[in-house]
Structure formats: structure tokens, C-alpha cells
């Protein structure tokens, strides 16, 4: 994402009725609701999508298999067509709430602007396993989600990486996709006996032993090389470690959290802080880009509204009070 000269000329206006932290699909889809709704809306991304390994998108109707950053980029030429959404390839630094209920948001350590709501869809990144390397096979023979990429592996030899209840639905999500699935845990799999034995009585072996490596080249999984020396041949391997919020804007401005470590909300994802709105995976939902798009759309259509009766009651009763239904 450039920084345009209308970008710039914009940052120094300084008033929107609403600013964006992040242009992934959630941030993205707000943005053209919110275009396509007359609103000022400054998109701001810092460029780092959890999907940056990735080079297929998949179960993303009438988009299925298309490359993310090419989603992307058709996403901000959708948008090129409302000049009052400016997007901006900076950072939300930070952000405060001001006693008239309106925000002060620090963009890029330096621009103050100015805001009636905020969105957050900032998204998560993903916590490899501890292997050596295996950054290198990440995105290509390497996969955290089955719904993203389970068909392209459909019958293949599967690894799955992860421990305690983490590694067992891994391994149990994936017997749709697979019969032929060893669960590696790099270690005591924490695993009680009769977890143990469900997953032996559905055919997944259970691997303890620590690994040493990913065999492979180019970003191809061989097989799974352990400390011990034994070679487990695998053609995939799909992990589930904890993932990580992009931004701590939601805690800032004291929004209320989950117990899965997901940002509260409620009706058309807004937070218990009002005129604070989020969408996207920060929200721990289902982890697919069509549900981030669609949460990013429920969030623009609950800020347009609050936004319109906000100022239809100021005209009426010369009142201004901040609509927002947690
Ligand atoms: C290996 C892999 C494969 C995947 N494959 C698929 C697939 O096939 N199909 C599918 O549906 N999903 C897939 N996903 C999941 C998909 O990537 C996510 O569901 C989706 O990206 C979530 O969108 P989002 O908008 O919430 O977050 P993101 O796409 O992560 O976007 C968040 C944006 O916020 C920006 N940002 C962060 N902090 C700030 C800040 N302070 N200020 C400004 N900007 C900020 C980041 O730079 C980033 O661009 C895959 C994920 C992985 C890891």
C-alpha cells in the first residue's frame, strides 16, 4: 500500500468519521461499506498480514485459490473508486479516548488525527513450532488451518504438530481430510490415556519423540526427521501453536476480552468501549478471510448506523449523544 499524495494532503486534515487499524480482508471490507456509505474513512496498514506465507487463498467464494496479495490489491482498486477513503500504509501507534467521546489516534508516531469511531482489525500472526527452518516450508507444505488448505492434501501422508488439547483437535479435524495423519507432539504430548487411545482407535499414531528437522527442499516436506534418527515420511504438516494479536490498541483503549484471548463484542462487533469496533481473526472467531470480510462489513454497517442516528437525534434535539449498543 503507497502512501498517496492524497494520503498526505488527508493526514493533515485530520477529521474522519472513522479510522481503520489494518487492511486485511476485515479492515478492507469495512472500508468499501463504509466508502460506498459517504463516510471519511482513513485505512491505515502497517503491511503484515498473518497470510504473508501464503501463496493460495482458498474457500473464499468466487475468489477460491487466488493469491492474497492479488486479493489485496483488488480490494484497494475497488476502493480507488470513493476518494473519501484514503488509505494509508502507516501504523496506528496508538489511540485515546477523549471525554467527548471522540478519538485521538496517533498514526505513524506522528500525525494526530482525529476520529468519531475506530475500527480495530488488526488480525494475529502465527507462533511457528520451534524446527529449525521451517520457515522455509511455511505456506507451502506447512498449514495451520484444514479448511484453508485440507483438499489440496486430501489423502496425503499428514503430520500434525501440537500438544495437549491443542495437537488432539488438530489431529481429530483432519480425519475428514485423511487417514493417514501422525500426530508429533516434539515431546511429552500431555495427552491423557483415553485421548490416547481415541486417537489410536481412529488410526492416528502418536509420535512423542523431540524432532531435529523437516526434511525437504524448495519448501517441499519429505518427511519428519527426529532426534532419535528416525525418518517419519510426510508430504504435510499442519500445526496448531497460539497465534498472537498484531496490535495492544484493543487493550489501550480498554476493551474487554474473551477467555480464548479474543477482543468482546456484541451486536455488529462493537466492544464494551463505545464507538470502539473490531473485525477479523483479532476477534477468535473462525479464522477463514470470508468470515474476517464479513465481520469487517457487520462492523461498518453498526458504525454507519450509529454514526447516522448519531447525528439525525443532534439535528432533532440539537443533542449530541454517542449511539453505541454493546
Ligand atoms: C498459512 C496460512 C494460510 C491461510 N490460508 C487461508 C485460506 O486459504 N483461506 C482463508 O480464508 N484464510 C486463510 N488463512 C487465514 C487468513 O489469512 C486470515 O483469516 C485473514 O488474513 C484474517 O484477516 P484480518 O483482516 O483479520 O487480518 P490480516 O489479514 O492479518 O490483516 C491485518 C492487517 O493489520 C495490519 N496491522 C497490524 N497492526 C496494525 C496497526 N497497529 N496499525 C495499522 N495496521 C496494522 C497488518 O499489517 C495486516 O495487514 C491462512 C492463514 C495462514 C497463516
Not at 45 to 72: C, E, I, N, Q, Y
Not at 93 to 114: E, I, K, M, P
Amino acid at each position: 500500500m503507497r502512501r498517496s499524495r492524497a494520503a498526505n494532503k488527508a493526514l493533515r486534515a485530520r477529521r474522519w468519521d472513522v479510522v481503520i487499524a489494518g487492511a486485511g480482508p476485515a479492515g478492507l471490507s469495512a472500508a468499501l461499506v463504509l466508502g460506498r456509505s459517504r463516510r471519511r474513512v482513513l485505512l491505515c496498514d502497517t503491511g503484515t498480514p498473518r497470510s504473508w506465507a501464503t501463496k493460495r487463498m482458498h474457500s473464499f467464494l468466487t475468489r477460491d485459490g487466488v493469491a492474497p496479495d492479488t486479493f489485496r490489491r483488488a480490494a484497494h482498486r475497488d476502493l480507488q473508486r470513493y476518494p473519501n477513503v484514503v488509505c494509508c500504509p502507516m501504523e496506528v501507534t496508538s489511540a485515546r479516548r477523549l471525554s467527548n467521546g471522540f478519538f485521538d489516534v496517533l498514526v505513524g508516531g506522528t500525525h494526530h488525527a482525529r476520529a468519531r469511531k475506530m475500527l480495530i482489525a488488526t488480525g494475529v500472526l502465527d507462533e511457528l513450532p520451534p524446527i529449525a527452518g521451517i520457515e522455509h516450508f511455511f505456506g507451502k507444505t506447512v498449514f495451520t488451518c484444514p479448511y484453508c488448505d485440507g483438499w489440496e492434501w486430501r489423502d496425503a501422508a499428514i503430520a500434525v504438530y501440537g500438544r495437549r488439547h491443542r495437537g488432539f483437535e488438530m489431529a481429530r479435524a483432519l480425519t475428514g481430510w485423511s487417514d493417514d495423519i501422525a500426530l508429533c507432539t516434539n515431546g511429552r504430548s500431555g495427552l491423557s490415556q483415553a485421548d490416547q487411545r481415541s486417537l489410536t482407535r481412529n488410526g492416528i499414531r502418536i509420535f512423542q519423540e523431540p524432532i531435529a528437522r523437516l526434511k525437504g527442499s524448495r519448501g517441499r516436506l519429505d518427511a519428519i526427521v527426529f532426534r532419535s534418527g528416525r525418518v517419519l515420511p510426510r508430504s504435510v504438516l499442519f500445526f496448531d501453536t497460539p497465534s498472537h494479536a498484531q496490535s495492544t490498541l484493543a487493550q489501550s483503549l480498554g476493551c474487554q476480552f474473551t477467555r480464548n484471548g479474543g477482543v468482546r463484542c456484541g451486536q455488529y462487533e462493537a466492544t464494551s468501549v463505545p464507538g470502539v469496533f473490531v473485525a477479523g481473526n483479532i476477534i477468535r472467531d473462525v479464522q477463514l478471510a470470508i468470515v474476517a470480510a464479513a465481520e469487517g462489513t457487520r462492523a461498518a454497517f453498526g458504525i454507519n448506523r450509529a454514526l447516522t442516528r448519531e447525528d439525525f437525534e443532534r439535528r432533532a434535539t440539537g443533542v449530541r449523544r454517542i449511539q453505541h449498543t454493546f
